[in-house]
């Protein structure tokens, strides 16, 4: 059976429209869309009856009755001009009759076009995506039907309805798709007669780095450990264990700007709250959760940050940035290196000479080598309990007291410094206080830079 064959068939018993007529055989050629795909067999059809009709008596009424199923069944109007050019009648009783596989879904995109530009109204995106959810009715016709007519070249009324609200959609708004990482995807529910449109408001995404000025103040929001932050009189029923952090000093300027319902800090890594985040700082992606606005000026609400944050928190280097990106910040952590300025007391006053020694042995036993960390006691209740190999690149000394001590220590990513200096009875080693044989404790630590 020839593919003109099986059109006729087809519309033998039902009526579909073009579109849906194309999409039935929508793995067949390439650079048309289905609904050129559809209108060419139709019109294929036409031509070839018209020429039967016009050149051969024998099958004459053969083509009157196909013209007649197009002008009619198929609701064709070239073949039902061709039927009246050439002196013959059709009975134009199917023009009321809808779409056996969309009910003329296809035909009224524009509906589900507006409906969906109105839903933006106070959204400000950059980029979209369409997404379908037929009714099981439309699928289940659609399914019967293929198999009725054994259609193994069709796509999915999907794949179909996306790309076709998407291009009337791109024109209407002048907006591109974007299949990796829409600001907004749209998600039709579609039933033969009835249709919704949800909005789904992708994260909009900022990347920075941040300075801590101020020790006390933790990267993110801490629950109350009492209450677990419903609140209660421990926490002055505020729900958190500290005032503020470094993710309430920066995000509620971000929230109004974008109109955000929330955020979320993703840090890579994180200092402990009495450590100062100095230097360059440290990479940092806000996350703002269904933002209404996308495009403002980064630098503007840096300043204003800056200004509002002064001595406590300060941004700089904001990016727009992306998921991925948040993925990447996460992994990459462990790999950067690290420089802290710590200030250390001994327990047994030392003179310079003695100093001078220990440091010499000190640089030569840990100084580009590995130390062996077992789980700190101080987190031992939130992180399992194992040995975590870690690589101490350079360590820098200065004396200021016989026993008050500055350290520069570069080291890897996700080393316990104040363990590396104290440690931590023994459960880093090597570790300062072992080489010294006094007991070192850290009283003040800053990362003074983070190097990628
Ligand atoms: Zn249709
Ligand atoms: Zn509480």
Same mark, same amino acid.
């Given at each position: 059976?020839?593919?003109?064959?099986?059109?006729?068939?087809?519309?033998?018993?039902?009526?579909?429209?073009?579109?849906?007529?194309?999409?039935?055989?929508?793995?067949?050629?390439?650079?048309?869309?289905?609904?050129?795909?559809?209108?060419?067999?139709?019109?294929?059809?036409?031509?070839?009856?018209?020429?039967?009709?016009?050149?051969?008596?024998?099958?004459?009424?053969?083509?009157?009755?196909?013209?007649?199923?197009?002008?009619?069944?198929?609701?064709?109007?070239?073949?039902?001009?061709?039927?009246?050019?050439?002196?013959?009648?059709?009975?134009?009783?199917?023009?009321?009759?809808?779409?056996?596989?969309?009910?003329?879904?296809?035909?009224?995109?524009?509906?589900?076009?507006?409906?969906?530009?109105?839903?933006?109204?106070?959204?400000?995106?950059?980029?979209?995506?369409?997404?379908?959810?037929?009714?099981?009715?439309?699928?289940?016709?659609?399914?019967?039907?293929?198999?009725?007519?054994?259609?193994?070249?069709?796509?999915?009324?999907?794949?179909?309805?996306?790309?076709?609200?998407?291009?009337?959609?791109?024109?209407?708004?002048?907006?591109?798709?974007?299949?990796?990482?829409?600001?907004?995807?749209?998600? @039709?529910?579609?039933?033969?007669?009835?249709?919704? $449109?949800?909005? !789904? /408001?992708?994260? &909009? =995404? %900022?990347?920075?780095?941040?300075?801590?000025?101020?020790?006390?103040?933790?990267?993110?929001?801490?629950?109350?450990?009492?209450?677990?932050?419903?609140?209660?009189?421990?926490?002055? @029923?505020?729900?958190?264990?500290?005032?503020?952090? $470094?993710?309430? !000093? /920066?995000?509620? &300027? =971000? %929230?109004e700007k974008s109109l955000a319902t929330g955020s979320k800090f993703h840090g890579a890594?994180?200092?402990?709250?009495?450590?100062?985040?100095?230097?360059?700082?440290?990479?940092?992606?806000?996350?703002?959760?269904?933002?209404?606005?996308?495009?403002?000026? !980064?630098?503007?609400?840096?300043?204003?940050?800056?200004?509002?944050?002064?001595?406590?928190?300060?941004?700089?280097?904001?990016?727009?940035?992306?998921?991925?990106?948040?993925?990447?910040?996460?992994?990459?952590?462990?790999?950067?290196?690290?420089?802290?300025?710590?200030?250390?007391?001994?327990?047994?006053?030392?003179?310079?000479?003695?100093?001078?020694?220990?440091?010499?042995?000190?640089?030569?036993?840990?100084?580009?080598?590995?130390?062996?960390?077992?789980?700190?006691?101080?987190?031992?209740?939130?992180?399992?309990?194992?040995?975590?190999?870690?690589?101490?690149?350079?360590?820098?000394?200065?004396?200021?007291?016989?026993?008050?001590?500055?350290?520069?220590?570069?080291?890897?990513?996700?080393?316990?410094?104040?363990?590396?200096i104290s440690g931590d009875e023994g459960r880093t080693t090597p570790s300062f206080s072992?080489?010294?044989?006094?007991?070192?404790?850290?009283?003040?630590?800053?990362?003074?830079?983070?190097?990628?």
């Amino acid at each position: 059976m020839t593919l003109l064959d099986k059109v006729l068939e087809i519309y033998h018993k039902y009526y579909i429209c073009p579109y849906c007529l194309g999409r039935m055989f929508a793995l067949l050629g390439t650079e048309t869309t289905n609904y050129d795909r559809g209108k060419s067999l139709l019109l294929s059809l036409t031509l070839e009856n018209h020429r039967l009709l016009l050149t051969s008596k024998n099958i004459h009424n053969k083509a009157i009755q196909n013209l007649k199923i197009l002008a009619e069944n198929a609701k064709f109007s070239p073949a039902q001009k061709v039927l009246v050019k050439e002196g013959f009648e059709y009975i134009d009783t199917n023009s009321s009759k809808t779409c056996y596989l969309c009910n003329d879904i296809f035909l009224t995109l524009q509906k589900y076009v507006n409906k969906a530009i109105n839903k933006t109204e106070n959204y400000e995106f950059n980029t979209f995506l369409c997404g379908t959810s037929p009714s099981s009715k439309i699928i289940n016709q659609e399914d019967k039907f293929k198999a009725e007519f054994n259609l193994l070249e069709s796509e999915s009324f999907k794949n179909h309805f996306n790309r076709e609200v998407g291009k009337l959609l791109s024109s209407a708004i002048n907006k591109s798709p974007d299949f990796q990482n829409p600001d907004i995807v749209f998600i @039709f529910s579609l039933d033969f007669v009835e249709f919704d $449109v949800q909005l !789904l /408001i992708r994260s &909009l =995404f %900022i990347s920075g780095r941040y300075n801590k000025l101020m020790r006390g103040i933790p990267q993110t929001r801490w629950p109350c450990r009492k209450c677990q932050g419903k609140g209660c009189s421990d926490c002055n @029923f505020k729900g958190t264990q500290y005032d503020t952090s $470094v993710e309430q !000093l /920066i995000s509620p &300027l =971000f %929230i109004e700007k974008s109109l955000a319902t929330g955020s979320k800090f993703h840090g890579a890594g994180r200092e402990d709250i009495d450590v100062r985040m100095l230097g360059t700082g440290r990479p940092f992606i806000l996350e703002l959760k269904e933002p209404k606005k996308r495009n403002f000026n !980064l630098s503007h609400i840096m300043q204003e940050v800056n200004k509002l944050q002064a001595r406590k928190v300060e941004i700089s280097n904001l990016k727009y940035s992306s998921k991925r990106e948040v993925i990447a910040l996460k992994s990459k952590a462990e790999n950067t290196k690290k420089v802290y300025k710590a200030l250390v007391e001994a327990e047994e006053a030392i003179d310079k000479t003695k100093f001078e020694i220990n440091i010499t042995s000190l640089r030569k036993i840990i100084e580009n080598n590995k130390i062996y960390q077992r789980t700190p006691i101080r987190v031992s209740h939130r992180r399992a309990d194992l040995i975590r190999e870690k690589y101490v690149y350079k360590i820098q000394s200065e004396y200021l007291t016989s026993n008050l001590f500055k350290f520069t220590i570069e080291t890897q990513g996700g080393t316990y410094i104040k363990e590396l200096i104290s440690g931590d009875e023994g459960r880093t080693t090597p570790s300062f206080s072992e080489v010294f044989g006094n007991t070192l404790i850290c009283k003040e630590l800053d990362v003074i830079d983070i190097k990628e």
